[in-house]
């Protein structure tokens, strides 16, 4: 098993930064990527930003590519999400999420066994 717990959510204004982490716990061998997704109410979650812990290949959404950075301690099992130039349509309940995706398959959340609680993340104009 894995439990993932993230941090770091917040309010900020637009064009701010925030950075989220993600801690996870249990065994390694139970994936090979980590990933952020985020949603909102009435929305389809969307996968934005991952990681091989692997490799390090890193992966972006279309619509955070060039503001989102993502990382990952591999000593600590923990994954940030450093978010710059924040737009109030970033504003969404962030997730991390932990499995085995497919080739091409990377921001696909029904590609994800383990999954966090989530963090709130609002941006005001």
């Known amino acids: 098993q894995v439990q993932l717990a993230e941090s770091g959510g917040g309010s900020v204004q637009a064009g701010g930064s925030l950075r989220l982490s993600c801690a996870a716990s249990g065994h390694p061998d139970n994936y090979n990527y980590l990933n952020w997704f985020r949603q909102t109410p009435g929305k389809e979650r969307e996968g934005i930003a991952g990681i091989s812990t692997t490799g390090g290949r890193t992966f972006y959404a279309d619509s955070v590519e060039g503001r989102f950075t993502i990382s990952q301690d591999n000593a600590k099992k923990t994954v940030y999400l450093q978010m710059d130039s924040l737009k109030p349509e970033d504003t969404a309940m962030y997730y991390c999420?932990?499995?085995?995706?497919?080739?091409?398959?990377?921001?696909?959340?029904?590609?994800?066994?383990?999954w966090g609680q989530g963090t709130q993340v609002t941006v005001s104009s």
């Open positions: 999420a932990a499995g085995f995706p497919l080739y091409g398959r990377w921001l696909y959340p029904s590609e994800y066994k383990y």
